[in-house]
């Protein structure tokens, strides 16, 4: 089955301790984001890669990392998470052939940092 | 600054009545347009995309939205309301020298029996 895996789904956690949300994709996309959602704001982009070992800012990118060594994966890392990084976030990919291709959304990972 | 802006945060709605979800862009050119819906404790599943051609788009789950150039919108419509619609939908925009998705607020959609 196509689709985009988020591990962990829950995470509670405490301020400073390093934590990585991984995702993973098995569709060959090319593009991978990550995007975080908060009430009232939608969906906003933290990190984008248009293929391997290409990564760029998203309009959010403060207090986060990520890599991109293979296709398939685009795990998300904070290096010293912080309250105001409590959020759900949710990874995505998209063939880039088309620019017009949808996004596929993984189920999102719920992320308290106390 | 390319913007999205849903009007409404919360609509409710009587099962078996219409439905209209309004959304409107801010962008020079004509952009991609999308429609995604998010149930509860679920990710975003895609309802309807718009590139280009017939301004009416048909879209899974019964849903259908229009795209009107003169009002920069993209409303989502539904003739009939089902209860299991009762989730968040949100409408995003893609310019086309991007990938980036630029998403509204998103509205809540409540079903009464």
């Known amino acids: 089955e196509a689709q985009v895996t988020q591990n962990p789904r829950y995470l509670i956690t405490v301020t400073g301790k390093k934590l990585t949300v991984t995702c993973s994709q098995n569709?060959?996309?090319?593009?991978m984001s990550w995007y975080r959602q908060d009430p009232g704001l939608g969906l906003r982009q933290i990190y984008y890669?248009?293929?391997?070992?290409?990564?760029d800012k998203g309009d959010v990118p403060e207090g986060y990392k990520v890599s991109r060594k293979e296709k398939r994966n685009f795990p998300l890392i904070l290096e010293s998470p912080s309250p105001n990084q409590t959020s759900l976030y949710f990874c995505?990919?998209?063939?880039?052939?088309?620019?017009?291709?949808?996004?596929?959304f993984g189920p999102g990972t719920r992320l308290t940092v106390l | 600054a390319q913007s999205v802006t849903q009007p409404d945060i919360h609509i409710t709605v009587s099962e078996g009545a219409s439905l209209e979800l309004r959304c409107n862009y801010s962008?020079?050119?004509?952009?991609?347009l999308f429609w995604y819906v998010q149930s509860p404790g679920q990710g975003l599943q895609l309802l309807l995309k718009?590139?280009?051609?017939?301004?009416l788009v048909q879209g899974i789950k019964g849903f259908e939205a229009e795209f009107k150039r003169s009002q920069s919108s993209f409303n989502l419509r539904k003739p009939s309301v089902h209860w299991s619609d009762a989730a968040e939908y949100f409408c995003?925009?893609?310019?086309?020298?991007?990938?980036?998705?630029?998403f509204g607020s998103g509205t809540r959609l409540l079903v009464r029996p």
């Open positions: 995505a990919s998209s063939p880039q052939r088309e620019r017009g291709n949808e996004q596929f």
């Open positions: 569709m060959n996309h090319e593009y």
């Open positions: 890669s248009m293929n391997v070992e290409v990564t």
């Open positions: 962008y020079g050119a004509t952009p991609y």
């Open positions: 718009y590139f280009s051609g017939d301004t």
């Open positions: 995003a925009v893609r310019m086309d020298s991007s990938y980036k998705l630029i």
